[in-house]
T-cell receptor, first 110, second 113 residues
Framework: DSGVTQTPKHLITATGQRVTLRCSPR?????VYWYQQSLDQGLQFLIQ???????AKGNILERFSAQQFPDLHSELNLSSLELGDSALYFC?????????FGPGTRLTVT | GENVEQHPSTLSVQEGDSAVIKCTYS??????FPWYKQELGKRPQLIID?????GEKKDQRIAVTLNKTAKHFSLHITETQPEDSAVYFC????????????FGKGTRLSVIA
C-alpha cells in the first residue's frame, strides 16, 4: 500500500457524460500528479498540482480539468466523454522526486 | 522536452536467468531515474531508483546502472523468479524537486518456470 488513495475503483459511464475522479495523497505530500494509461500503453502525464496550485501540464485534453483543494486532495474532471477516454487513471504524490502511485480508477466509456 | 526510449518491449527469460532492460534519455539535465514494476491491473510500484551522482545501485536481486555520458540507464534482475513477471517502466525526471516523470513505454517481462 503506497498511502495514496483513489476513488472510485471502477467507473462505467456513457459517451457525452461527465465524471469526477478523486485522489488523496500520502500524508505530508504536497504534489499530486495525474496520469492516464490506455490499454497496453505507457503512462501519459496529464497534470500536476503542488500545494493547491497548478505546477505543470502535460497531454491533457481541454475537456479534462483538475484541481487541488486546501486539504491537498485532488479531483480530475473528465467531460464530454468519448470511447477513447476509456483508460486507467492514476494519481501519484510526492514530497521530493520519488512518486508513489495510487491504485487507479478504471474508467470505461460505453 | 525529455524523451525516454525503452527496449525491449517484451522479454522472456527462463527462471533463474538474468534480465536486462535498457533506457535512453535525451535531456542531459535529467538527474533522477526510477524504475517501476506494474502487475496486471495494479498500480506502478517503485522498485529502485538512481540519481545522477551515482553510477550503480543494488537492492538484493535488482540493480540499476547509469551512464550519464551516453545518457542511458539499465535495470538488471538476477536469478529471475515467476513473480518477477510484470511490466517494467523506466522514467526520467528533468529537474530536481517536484516535477513530472517522463516514462518509457514499458517492457513486458515473462519469466518461464
Amino acid at each position: 500500500d503506497s498511502g495514496v488513495t483513489q476513488t472510485p475503483k471502477h467507473l462505467i459511464t456513457a459517451t457525452g457524460q461527465r465524471v469526477t475522479l478523486r485522489c488523496s495523497p500520502r500524508s505530508g505530500d504536497l504534489s499530486v500528479y495525474w496520469y492516464q494509461q490506455s490499454l497496453d500503453q505507457g503512462l501519459q502525464f496529464l497534470i500536476q498540482y503542488y500545494n493547491g496550485e497548478e505546477r505543470a501540464k502535460g497531454n491533457i485534453l481541454e475537456r479534462f480539468s483538475a484541481q487541488q483543494f486546501p486539504d491537498l486532495h485532488s479531483e480530475l474532471n473528465l467531460s464530454s466523454l468519448e470511447l477513447g477516454d476509456s483508460a486507467l487513471y492514476f494519481c501519484a504524490s510526492s514530497v521530493g522526486q520519488e512518486q508513489y502511485f495510487g491504485p487507479g480508477t478504471r474508467l470505461t466509456v460505453t | 522536452g525529455e524523451n525516454v526510449e525503452q527496449h525491449p518491449s517484451t522479454l522472456s527469460v527462463q527462471e533463474g536467468d538474468s534480465a536486462v532492460i535498457k533506457c535512453t534519455y535525451s535531456d542531459s539535465a535529467s538527474n533522477y531515474f526510477p524504475w517501476y514494476k506494474q502487475e496486471l491491473g495494479k498500480r506502478p510500484q517503485l522498485i529502485i531508483d538512481i540519481r545522477s551522482n551515482v553510477g550503480e545501485k543494488k537492492d538484493q536481486r535488482i540493480a540499476v546502472t547509469l551512464n550519464k555520458t551516453a545518457k542511458h540507464f539499465s535495470l538488471h534482475i538476477t536469478e529471475t523468479q515467476p513473480e518477477d513477471s510484470a511490466v517494467y517502466f523506466c522514467a526520467a525526471s528533468p529537474r530536481t524537486g517536484n516535477t513530472p516523470l517522463v516514462f518509457g513505454k514499458g517492457t513486458r517481462l515473462s519469466v518461464i518456470a
